[in-house]
């Protein structure tokens, strides 16, 4: 297996959000940079290509300035389509794209679509985002630093100017070279396209976690009714838990849930609800990102803290408009209740 460690670099032409293309392709990709590796993570072979505008002809001086190019210098590169299908053919069949952060594959994804040349896979795929593993190696796990700042901590020789495609999936691969083998189990999935069907949804239990990816559901109340969304199930065995907190909300963009396994102990669910990236603005499509996690019992005490306060929020806000309380009363009463269904088996 290869690691394809890469970076792009974009141009969104001088007019932003106001030009006419920017809907459909807010990025236009002007370099591919590359760094291939064996698996004992030696790099290997190199990539790195200028791309020629078609869409965005001028460049905002801000980014000009960043990146130490010009115009005149990507005229010289060649058409997206030509350097696209040279980069995916160099990647070779066995490999994992592995980038910084997680909006490499999403752009590189929206440019292929714009010029007709598909997507990257029909489904889901897993890769592995450096930025997200340094966290977890060095860090809380849950921050997320610049590459710079990634370089600096590892005391890595800064020895070629950054934001350059090349320059930054060098600096990556620095970064990643220093990360044990173990994290790399936290891969992450690439979701420009999402599970057409329930059967090809993303069921991914790692050893601290579990990730559920759904398929898109028309409304967030749709997604919330889904037997599977809403299951509290013990992710590591089959067993029936006890509901100890129904789902709340404090913003509406995550639930969260408690359920208690008699094997395995307190389990927090996390349903995010999320706009899928290729979503009309209107839309009110969404599609769900489930974590599970064991907690503590001090863990659980927190949650029910936070669920206490986002229900006298809602409680304040129902008495402004006039509306009973009593269903939340009741709602915040109905405290330990089995679920009844049983989990889904796991992929
Ligand atoms: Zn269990």
Redesign the pocket.
């Known amino acids: 297996m290869n690691y394809i460690v890469f970076d792009l670099e974009w141009n969104q032409g001088k007019l932003g959000k106001k030009d006419r293309h920017h809907q459909k392709i807010p990025f236009e990709i002007i370099e591919i940079g590359a760094v291939k590796l064996n698996e004992k993570k030696e790099i290997t072979d190199k990539f790195d290509q200028l791309v020629k505008p078609q869409i965005y002809k001028d460049m905002p001086h801000m980014i000009e300035k960043m990146l130490h190019v010009d115009m005149q210098e990507l005229a010289k590169g060649n058409y997206f389509q030509k350097v696209c299908n040279d980069f995916l053919k160099w990647t070779e069949s066995d490999s994992i794209f592995c980038t910084w952060g997680n909006q490499d594959l999403i752009e590189l994804q929206r440019n292929m679509e714009y010029f007709e040349m598909g997507t990257l896979a029909k489904e889901p795929f897993e890769y592995l985002d450096v930025q997200k593993l340094f966290s977890i190696a060095y860090e809380d796990g849950k921050s997320r630093r610049n590459l710079e700042y990634a370089i600096d901590f590892l005391k890595i020789e800064k020895d070629v100017p950054f934001h350059r495609a090349y320059a930054d999936a060098y600096y990556t691969t620095k970064v990643l070279q220093r990360i044990d083998s173990d994290i790399e189990e936290y891969c992450s999935y690439d979701v420009y396209t999402l599970p057409a069907e329930k059967d090809d949804e993303i069921h991914k239990i790692y050893s601290s976690y579990s990730k559920y990816i759904s398929r898109i559901f028309p409304t967030k109340a749709a997604a919330m009714a889904d037997k599977e969304v809403s299951s509290m199930g ?1 992710y ?2 089959d ?1 029936l838990t006890r509901r100890r907190i129904r789902y709340f909300t404090t913003g509406g963009r995550y639930f969260i849930g408690v359920s208690q ?1 008699p ?2 102990g307190f389990i927090k669910n996390k349903v995010r609800l999320r706009k899928h990236v290729k979503s009309e603005n209107e839309s009110e499509e969404v599609y769900v990102d489930k974590t599970q996690r064991l907690i503590s019992k001090p863990e659980l005490t927190e949650i029910m803290k936070k669920r206490d306060k986002a229900l006298a929020m809602q409680q304040k806000r129902l008495n402004i408009t006039g509306l009973s309380a009593s269903k939340l009363t009741r709602q915040r009463k109905s405290g330990v209740k089995h679920e009844k269904t049983k989990p889904e088996k796991k992929k």
């Open positions: 013990c590591l065995c067993r396994c094997k395995h």
